[in-house]
């Protein structure tokens, strides 16, 4: 699908250039050896539907202007909501002085691994409507279309429809010539679908995953949403009347829409460099995945091999550049089970003496400093891998798990325990019905281990989450995981009802 391509004029007509050459060369006169320059407009819109009528919505823009410098091996940063040159040369002159402040209180020097020179570029996400040209008439007609073919069955009481959509502009020049201009566009869509009667109260959601797309991707020609709706009722009728698991080991195939959320919290979080040698500690831990263990551990079985990446089409983490200015890349994470790469920023790959980051810088604002983030990090299929049908044909007794819920992980990203929306009971090959009140429940080496099958491209979608949190202050940033559905033997299986009662 093609792009507009194009940066909106209102964002270019911004003192874009101005401003960050103001704060450039104070920087450098006062003898920063290191200045980058970041002017952001983020705009994030929001509209929630209830039982098919406007509940809430909002609209909300973030504009600023971020100077980060390196004064004698110590950080220093500035920020402020207003664009000028004239604010650009206090910021610098700002963060000159927080780096000079800090200094005696300084314990490393900070270095940044070097990155070619791009020169000016431009890099705009692939869409092709950008949601806020939508009325907002027409994407509350859309939603309550939605909610009202769910609504209009026996078995739906109420409907909960949510979309969020993001904008996001970035101008970033450093002292080095790098200066790039980028846009991209995202949107997130939920319905959930509430049974309320003498059973008590079940729901189930819809499994579109949030994508890199325009408004476009609320048409079925990208993701079958009539389709879908049609279905809910019914699998939500099922889900009420089925019979709550049996705790044991089972025989796991798991949806992408499920899996996408055990490479974020077991592979995602855990192969973060900056968390693996300890540096970042207090948000959600550090990670058993440490560097001494780097072309040694056995992640999982020889058929998992997961990439990191900065490019993949419509990618939640694709940009063209970094907030660093370093071009977006594709590695290898996990190749043939064993661990062989991490997550990199600038600072974090001089520390532990690499030539070159992979783009994994991010700030969510430019009220903040960038900080290694997430990129996609993908679960690859196997080519000849086969479809789900024959993936649920090769099962003699086993459970297919769809949707994401709550999950749970230690403070390592050893230990955890996944839910989910749908649970399909799997016998002789068929399908026979739904169970619920499942997780399941292993350490990571152990369930990437078990990978006995992997799925075919035809089994492979492009999940992720608009809310990954991380740092202090913290932030959020927008993530994808691909994969494919995927069959682990004998995992374990807790009955969630039972152990709450226990």
């Not at 977006?328 to 974090?348: E, F, H, P």
């Not at 739904?434 to 006995?452: C, I, N, P, S």
């Amino acid at each position: 699908m093609s792009s507009p391509r194009t940066v909106d004029p209102d964002f270019l007509a911004l003192p874009l250039s101005a401003t960050a050459d103001a704060a450039l060369s104070t920087a450098a006169s006062a003898g920063a050896s290191h200045v980058d320059v970041r002017i952001e407009r983020v705009r994030t819109g929001y509209l929630q539907l209830r039982d098919a009528h406007p509940e809430s919505q909002s609209d909300n823009t973030v504009t600023g202007v971020g100077v980060r410098v390196i004064i004698n091996g110590t950080w220093g940063f500035a920020s402020s909501p207003e664009i000028s040159p004239e604010v650009a040369k206090k910021l610098a002159q700002t963060a000159v002085a927080m780096a000079k402040t800090s200094k005696p209180l300084s314990t490393e020097e900070v270095a940044l691994a070097p990155e070619p020179v791009y020169g000016k570029q431009t890099w705009v996400s692939d869409y092709e409507i950008d949601p806020f040209s939508v009325p907002d008439k027409s994407k509350i007609a859309r939603l309550a279309q939605l909610s009202n073919k769910l609504l209009a069955t026996s078995t739906v009481n109420h409907v909960s429809a949510n979309t969020v959509y993001v904008k996001e502009q970035k101008f970033y020049a450093d002292s080095y010539g790098t200066t790039t201009t980028q846009q991209r566009v995202r949107v997130q869509t939920q319905i959930d679908a509430v049974s309320v009667g003498d059973h008590g109260f079940e729901s189930m959601r819809t499994l579109a995953q949030p994508a890199g797309f325009g408004w476009e991707w609320m048409d079925n020609d990208l993701y079958n949403w009539d389709a879908e709706i049609d279905e809910l009722p019914t699998l939500l009728a099922e889900k009420v009347k089925a019979p709550s698991v049996e705790a044991g080991k089972y025989n796991l195939l798991i949806h992408p829409s499920n899996l996408w959320l055990t490479i974020h919290e077991s592979i995602g979080h855990a192969t973060e460099l900056d968390r693996a040698i300890g540096y970042e500690a207090n948000y959600a831990g550090t990670s058993f995945a440490t560097p001494e263990k780097l072309g040694k551990l056995k992640y999982g079985s020889e058929l998992m091999n997961v990439t990191g990446d900065r490019i993949t089409p419509h990618g939640l983490s694709t940009v063209g550049f970094d907030d660093e200015g370093v071009a977006a890349q594709q590695w290898d994470i996990i190749k043939d089970g064993t661990l062989v790469g991490y997550q990199l920023d600038r600072r974090i790959s001089a520390r532990v003496g690499r030539e070159r980051s992979n783009g994994c810088a991010f700030a969510d604002s430019p009220a903040h400093v960038p900080i290694q983030r997430m990129p996609n990090v993908s679960l690859q299929a196997d080519p000849n891998g086969p479809d789900l049908n024959g993936l649920i044909a090769s099962i003699e007794d086993g459970i297919l798990i769809k949707g994401d819920k709550s999950w749970s992980i230690d403070m390592q990203r050893y230990n955890f325990q996944f839910t989910g929306q749908q649970f399909h009971r799997i016998k002789n090959g068929k399908i026979v019905g739904q169970v619920k009140d499942l997780a399941y429940q292993a350490t990571t080496t152990e369930f990437w281990g078990a990978m006995r099958t992997v799925g075919g491209p035809s089994t492979y979608v492009l999940g992720g989450a608009f809310n990954c949190g991380k740092g202090q202050p913290s932030q959020v940033a927008a993530v994808s995981h691909g994969c494919p559905a995927v069959i682990f033997e004998q995992i374990n299986v807790l009955n969630t009802v039972a152990e709450a009662g226990a």
